[in-house]
């Protein structure tokens, strides 16, 4: 019987797929937007699974009207969002701008539960309410990159908290024991013997019934995502469902230029700070990076991509195409008026030659809120030792702020100034 | 917290430990209760895990009055039980002599679900209909061993059908892959890469759940249940609750003195077969198994057994200990009178020198409600050939039924007769 029904599913996909291509064939219009899609959808991405069912699926989109569900998953874990986490989460603006449907789904019942055996600290059970407070943080921020209108929210308790036993074996018996033992970070502790909680394999199996529940068309994460995304697939045809198809995006190196970009390694921008500190920590990207930030951190065409490339080839000045990233990147964060007054700030504060790396601009965090005098983050960034050493260097017009010269030592600084001392060493203060 | 509140338990049991410890020391009479209880309860087991605690419980349980539970779980698949199948259940017999209350849990949750993947023929999904009759078929048999008075019947399903996937998540939290993996059956086919769905890692786990459920002191099973009745006691310590005991019990030959007693093999005894036939079957096992047998399928008294093995020591005639023994399992099941014609019956159809072994006598199944001549069991069991060589032994006198000469080739046959034919062959003919 089941057998039966697979066939005739089959079948119908098969006339499906061949309606579709006979479609293609006779209509360039349509190819060619299946092509824009692809090359939109693609771009920047580090691996796309199944691009020739998402084809089908686009151009059955636009014949029909009907968007695209794109799934994106997200923990309750409520993260400051910087242009790393925001690289998923462009990529599904730049779908809505074509007019798919984005559904963030929200973990919460796996947050609920967190680890029951409380040996993972990653996995600590949150109350409901504070998965409540964390899931309206994170969507205050994600609306700041998603159309809030293409935009539907749901929490994965909505469908998971209904499951009974019985249904949970059902879904147990889709997948073996062997195929769970794949997944790479699995396979390594059970080889070094170190315990996985049977509960454990359920995570995978929740991910992918979530993807079920909502009939995914297309499910987005990062590549530590690959086994529980592929899984989806796995579990839509058990289902009978068309395969989503699973895009993914890789991580985002920091303003270091090497490392991940991550708040604890201080080689973050993060999508709430102010235009004059964005537009700054964008100019310090190392030049290798410039091509990977427009495809990874901007919503820029396929085709606008391809002539920054070229200026580049052509041996224009790196630092100009730097200019044109922040302006960008800034722009998609703040109004037209403060992109400008940021890009005017950094000009003012940092003359042609001397554009700081990474490693010469100290950061400072004060509290705000206090009205503090320059030498405050001076001492706290360890350049000044005393009042006395201080003002010597202010008489000696070693102390610049945003480029100007400091002349009283009771000079203020308020949150995103640039402080320089001498020739090298720079420091940014931060109020929060 | 959690970890407080172990010690406190710890430290309740062990005040307790000290005080059924004392309590032990200046009681003999309870001391001697405590060890008769042990000695009838380990008679002819395979295991005891847990004797230590056990003993402290029954001591608790004398001193209270209150029983022990005790859980036996079955699968509603509904065999005509025979005496192996009857090895456990006559220990939960003794058992409810010495007071203890028997929950029976029937696997309806399990035998409802079956293997979802239909993988396994083992496993087929049963109808709540089916579960139903074979439960009732099973009750039917069992309570010609237990005493339903003191016998409690649970469906698994109870509790089982409530569970929901955050509750299956903690129970999965409780126990880790490579634990699971341990259990022989699973480890040989991981091995050898036979795919184990993940689902039947949940057998274990409600096997275990139905013990706490309980709040099981002692759990009885064969020792192919080892794995799962251990898990039993892990997760009840999980649950605070004082793990249950593990009493496994061996498997009982059949009348071959060989196999394993099983219907398909042909060697079996059954609990519902009638006193002649039950009767005869049992002085058919070999002598190397009476000790065994009274061990495993009578309620002898440690005592009363120790008399068997001196008289056996001292070399006794051993058709004379099987004829006790034939007497006693037979009068376990059927009426004084019933087993006094059943021994009757025997002595009459095989003189003393001529008692068959298992080999020689042929078992013929007619159907019932239909009257048949001697010739037809004959002709059925290959003996015979045809009706003039019938008559010929008929005239040469070379035909007994129950060990008197056969003079008519017309003598009918009831169930239970047993024909011989010349010195060495017997047919016993069975209407069903």
């Known amino acids: 019987m089941k057998e039966m029904r697979e066939k005739e599913t089959a079948a119908v996909a098969e006339t499906d797929k061949a309606q579709i291509e006979a479609e293609l064939g006779k209509n360039p219009e349509l190819a060619a937007r299946v092509r824009h899609q692809m090359r939109v959808i693609r771009q920047g991405a ?17 014949l029909t009207g009907r968007p695209l569900i794109v799934k994106f998953g997200m923990d309750p874990s409520a993260p400051d969002i910087h242009l790393g986490h925001a690289v998923p989460l462009r990529k599904l603006r730049q ?28 996995r600590k059970a949150m109350t409901e309410q504070e998965v409540f407070v964390n899931a309206q943080t994170y969507q205050e921020q994600i609306f700041r990159i998603l159309d809030r209108e293409k935009t539907r929210v749901h929490f994965n308790g909505e469908w998971l908290e209904l499951l009974n036993l019985n249904e949970v074996l059902q879904l147990a018996s889709t997948v073996t024991v062997a195929r769970m033992l794949e997944r790479d970070d699995f396979q390594n502790r059970f080889r070094s013997g170190v315990p996985i909680g049977l509960h454990e394999f359920f995570y995978p199996l929740m991910q992918a019934y979530d993807s079920v529940e909502l009939g995914a068309d297309l499910e987005l994460g990062g590549t530590d995502q690959t086994f529980n995304i592929l899984m989806g697939r796995q579990l839509q045809r058990d289902k009978e469902q068309e395969p989503q198809a699973a895009l993914f995006m890789p991580l985002l190196e920091g303003t270091d230029g090497t490392e991940k970009m991550s708040k604890s390694l201080g080689n973050y921008i993060g999508i709430s700070e102010d235009a004059r500190t964005m537009f700054t920590k964008v100019m310090q990207v190392p030049d290798s990076l410039i091509v990977k930030y427009f495809e990874l951190a901007t919503d820029i065409l396929p085709e606008e991509l391809d002539k920054v490339k070229e200026d580049l080839a052509d041996g224009c000045n790196p630092r100009d195409c730097k200019l044109v990233l922040a302006r960008t990147i ?40 206090t009205l503090f005098d320059c030498i405050r983050p001076l001492v706290n960034a360890g350049i000044v030792e005393s009042g006395a050493q201080f003002r010597r260097l202010i008489a000696q017009g070693g102390v610049q702020k945003n480029g100007v010269r400091v002349e009283r030592p009771e000079e203020p600084v308020k949150s995103g100034d640039v402080l320089r001392v001498g020739k090298r060493r720079f420091v940014q203060v931060k109020m929060c």
């Open 46 to 62: 580090e691996e796309l699974i199944g691009a020739e069912e998402l084809e089908r699926k686009i151009a059955r989109s636009i």
């Open 95 to 122: 779908m809505q701008d074509m007019g798919h449907t984005i559904v963030i789904v929200i973990g919460d019942f796996t947050a609920k539960i967190g680890d029951p055996t409380g040996k993972s600290k990653g």
């Open 330 to 369: 800034t722009a998609l964060y703040h109004s037209p008026e403060n992109t400008a007054e940021a890009e005017q700030f950094f000009r003012q504060a940092f003359t042609k030659k001397e554009v700081p790396d990474q490693a010469q601009i100290l950061e400072v965090v004060l509290e705000s809120g």
